[in-house]
């Protein structure tokens, strides 16, 4: 795999650099100025870069296990923290979007541990940092009940989790006071990459729409 990424970035060179050097010329001496950040889960199926045809220099992205944003007092913000404050307070970026995605490797772990703690049951597959890590959004998904036969409780945990993000985003004092100035918005997107459709939160709504093209 890493002769291909040698040969990938050997065909990136001389077709994206021949035909567009002045560009990463530009941001080497200028340096960055993306207009938005993306904080997405670190799942290999989701590439914003190639989803939505950026290049470098466009987005800002943030990308943990299940796209989590701790809120401002937590004491696991210290990453994501200053991943946000440099955008909004550096960057001044215009936009953040918090995209989930469908068949999330993360989310289901919190909902396995969820379902264990209620049934009483330990597991032997403990993980060093996974669970701590998508323990953050357990309040997410404190009204869901899964032991409902609900073929949609995988696809509203994860939307779920999105909106938690979404809402943490705004106890961090300087993203509220830019959403008040008009000078930021901030979005919550979900993906569905098995059939390429994008939903997006309903304005004034917690429910999720998808996108029209």
């Known amino acids: 795999m890493v002769k291909e990424l040698v040969n990938g970035f050997k065909k990136f ?6 035909k567009k050097s002045q560009v990463l010329q530009q941001l080497a001496e200028k340096g960055q100025s993306p207009k938005t950040m993306v904080i997405c889960c ?19 992205v943030v990308r943990n296990v299940a796209n989590l944003v701790p809120s401002f007092t937590s ?29 999330c490797g993360g989310v289901a772990a919190l909902c396995e541990s969820i379902n264990n703690n209620k049934e009483g049951e330990t597991t032997d ?23 409902q036969n609900d ?4 696809v509203n945990s994860e939307r779920a989790v999105v909106l ?8 961090y004092p300087w993203i509220s ?15 569905d990459f098995k059939s390429l459709m994008l939903w997006e939160k309903a304005q004034g709504s917690d429910s999720f729409i998808p996108m029209e093209f």
């Open 177 to 191: 006071d830019a959403v008040s100035n008009n000078s930021l918005e901030i979005h919550a997107w979900w993906l």
């Open 75 to 103: 004491r696991n913000n210290l990453s994501i923290g200053s991943a946000l404050e440099y955008a909004v307070r550096i960057l001044r970026v215009k936009d953040i979007i918090v995209i989930g995605h469908a068949h």
């Open 42 to 60: 670190s799942d290999s199926r989701v590439e914003p870069s190639i989803l939505f045809g950026t290049g470098p220099g466009d987005l800002f």
């Open 151 to 154: 073929a949609n409780i995988e």
């Open 13 to 18: 060179r001389e077709s994206y650099f021949e």
């Open 164 to 171: 938690y993000s979404y809402n943490n985003l705004l106890t």
């Open 125 to 147: 597959n403990q993980t060093d940092f996974i669970e701590s890590w998508v323990d953050i959004a357990r309040p997410a998904l404190s009204k869901i009940d899964y032991y």
